[in-house]
């Protein structure tokens, strides 16, 4: 399952050139034709292959209704095409022209409070507007006449990041579609009142009529929770049926050319659900930008860990990330030396067989002008091209890696958008909880302690590792407890964590005690929630110390044992964290927020008990971490010192600060 393995997918370049894709978003429209050469040029010389082309050139391909202006895109593909530069060719939809906004301000959206989002940045368009699908699928039909055929093109890059602005819209037309949306899923008002719990407030439905998205109640109201949790998928739904309608038009139209999107398994995006999107595309492709801090590398390697086994553990496109600062958080940090190429092989590590970058050319005026690019505002006699040039090397040199599949780790973090979103979601018994976060704490800990785990989307088939970790896996869905106790028993082992096994698909609790759906496999039982305040601590008698959380646990099956106990706080002396043998695996329950690091402590006895190990000699554990695709090692340097790595790579070697090799 390696090497040259696409045939799963339409990957946007044959096989037989195998290569790593190197590129960029190219927006050549906010520049004057000439401009055009130098860039070219300057691609040629870094050694670029590709380039995502018109993401947001509608307004220029069509200045108005029945006005098209193919002239200057034609000149781009043929330049591009003469020197050797595929296209990933956008459908131009992202971001609806005036023109249209103006003759059709109903394919504008509105928030829950009502306010239209008017145009003046992007993406103000409904997902389910029909009328805004119609004017989408006309250009969409356009371009694919027009550039079909045409020798630079090898792949079609739907709209762009998807649910970025406008994730959520609250109008009349998606009040409409979730109406349709509820009747596929319930069938009845009756069945639709069961699982919103209607009783509850006089919320009963007697028509599909009456039925709305979840609109602004008033400050504090709590609003119905099960009525917004099927906001949510529906939202994600509804985007997902306008990348259907663009891409089953682009495969009728030309049927060889891959479609893709660009997805966002990133920090802190969490509209769409992309365990139920990766299937739609013909490869997957991920933006990512790093959020700076302690675990911004840790981070970037989780979502690149993700998005490879959303892909099947097959390889994926980077389609965007930052050659160095970006210009929408609060304080828009450069990166320091090595670290440009540093996460771009972190990517390449966990999958992807491209890595390009938002974007070519720095914009000199608009919303992004402070944002990085290949090409910065100083030129190209800078550090950032130098290192892009460099990169573009490196990936030349790292040809033979392309097509290998990841190799499966041993332990796996198990993802789940659902729980995600039904975690965080009010009313609950702390805002503080934060599902990401935990789940990447876990993975720091695992990365800390020298051993590889995959990131893995739920529905996936994680039967096959020795170990799982399920942190704040708050909604259980009938049949998921049973699944992971068989798996218990058969010589699986179940980590999980508080605010686990709470609800149903519906939201419903699992009544008689907390962890409900999860307190047989796990062999405790727990009355009442206590969370803690947030200048609360709470003591183990291991040496960690808990917070945001703490539960009294009283244990249920004799044979639980007890690896951890509070010392200090309301629940002193009891239970911290369980393990449950069941059958020839376990079950283990971790009751409090530890953090990276006492989740490591932990994790360190969970996994040598599981007999998962480190691949790592004990020396390079935590300085480096390790991803393997196939043949091929990636050892990436997480520190800012030098490492000798000489024991793994077979020849003396060190690896400097922030750097990555490769090694057979
Ligand atoms: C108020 C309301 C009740 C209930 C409680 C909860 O008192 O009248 O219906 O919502 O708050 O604290
Ligand atoms: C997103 C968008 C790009 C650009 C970058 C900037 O990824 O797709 O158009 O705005 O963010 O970080």
């Not at 030396?337 to 974007?359: I, Y």
Request: proline residues 6%; charged residues 20%; negative net charge.
């Amino acid at each position: 399952m390696q090497d040259q393995d696409h045939r799963w997918l339409r990957w946007p370049t044959e096989p037989a050139r195998r290569r790593i894709a190197f590129g960029a978003d190219y927006n050549p429209e906010q520049w004057p034709p000439h401009v055009w050469d130098d860039d070219v040029r300057a691609m040629r010389a870094a050694g670029l292959n590709i380039v995502s082309l018109g993401i947001f050139s509608w307004a220029r391909i069509q200045p108005g209704a029945d006005v098209w202006d193919f002239t200057w895109l034609d000149e781009v593909m043929d330049l591009l095409h003469a020197n050797s530069i595929a296209v990933d060719l956008a459908t131009g939809t992202a971001s609806p022209p005036h023109w249209l906004t103006t003759k059709h301000p109903e394919i504008l959206p509105v928030d829950h409070e009502g306010r239209t989002v008017w145009p003046g940045a992007r993406q103000h368009w409904r997902p389910t507007s029909p009328v805004f699908r119609e004017h989408a699928l006309r250009l969409v039909r356009a371009m694919a006449e027009r550039y079909g055929r045409h020798p630079a093109l090898v792949a079609w890059h739907v709209s762009n990041e998807f649910g970025c602005h406008n994730a959520y819209d609250y109008s009349d037309a998606a009040a409409a579609a979730f109406r349709d949306w509820l009747r596929a899923r319930y069938r009845s008002t009756a069945a639709l009142n069961r699982a919103w719990t209607t009783a509850v407030w006089s919320q009963r439905y007697s028509d599909w009529a009456e039925i709305l998205p979840p609109r602004w109640t008033g400050a504090g109201s709590q609003p119905n929770p099960a009525q917004r949790l099927d906001f949510l998928r529906f939202s994600s739904d509804a985007l997902r049926e306008h990348l259907r309608a663009e891409r089953d038009l682009l495969r009728e139209l030309t049927p060889e050319v891959p479609v893709t999107t660009n997805f966002m398994v990133a920090a802190s995006v969490r509209a769409v659900d992309y365990a139920r999107w990766a299937g739609e595309v013909d490869f997957v492709a991920n933006d990512h930008y790093v959020v700076p801090g302690p675990q911004g590398l840790d981070e970037l390697s989780f979502s690149a860990n993700l998005t490879g086994n959303l892909a099947g553990g097959r390889p994926w496109f980077l389609m965007e990330h930052s050659t160095s600062a970006v210009s929408w958080q609060p304080i828009n940090v450069a990166k320091r030396p090595g670290e440009l190429a540093r996460d771009s092989l972190t990517h390449v590590a966990h999958g992807a067989d491209a890595v390009c970058f938002f974007q070519w050319r720095q914009s000199a005026g608009g919303a992004e002008k402070y944002h990085s690019a290949m090409v910065p505002h100083a030129g190209t006699d800078t550090a950032v091209f130098r290192a892009v040039c460099e990169l573009g090397a490196t990936l030349r040199d790292l040809a033979r890696v392309a097509g290998a599949h990841r190799t499966p780790a041993r332990a796996a973090i198990l993802f789940d958008w659902e729980s995600w979103w039904a975690a965080e979601q009010d009313p609950r018994p702390s805002d503080r909880v934060r599902y990401r976060q935990e789940a990447l704490d876990w993975y720091t800990a695992f990365l800390d302690l020298g051993i590889r785990a995959d990131v893995t989307p739920l529905d996936a088939d994680w039967e096959r590792y020795d170990l799982v970790v399920a942190p704040l896996l708050h909604m259980v869905p009938g049949g998921l407890a049973a699944r992971l106790t068989v798996y218990a028993i058969a010589g699986g082992h179940v980590v999980t964590t508080y605010c686990s096994g709470i609800v149903d698909e519906h939201d419903h609790v699992w009544l008689g005690g907390y962890p409900g759906a999860l307190c047989d496999l796990l062999g405790i039982r727990i009355e009442e929630f206590a969370p803690l305040l947030d200048d609360e601590r709470a003591e183990l008698d291991n040496g960690t110390t808990g917070t945001v959380w703490s539960d009294r646990i009283d244990l249920t099956d004799p044979a639980t044992e007890v690896l951890a106990r509070y010392r200090t706080g309301e629940q002193a002396g009891r239970p911290a964290v369980t393990r449950r043998p069941t059958g020839s695996g376990s079950a283990a329950y971790v009751s409090t927020r530890l953090g990276a690091g006492g989740v490591a402590a932990i994790l360190d006895e969970l996994a040598g008990r599981a007999g998962v190990t480190s691949e790592l000699p004990p020396e390079l554990r935590g300085a480096v971490e390790l991803a393997v695709r196939g043949p091929h090692r990636f050892l990436i340097n997480r520190t800012d010192r030098p490492v000798d790595v000489s024991a793994v790579a077979g020849a003396a070697t060190i690896l400097g600060p922030r750097a990555v090799i490769v090694v057979r």
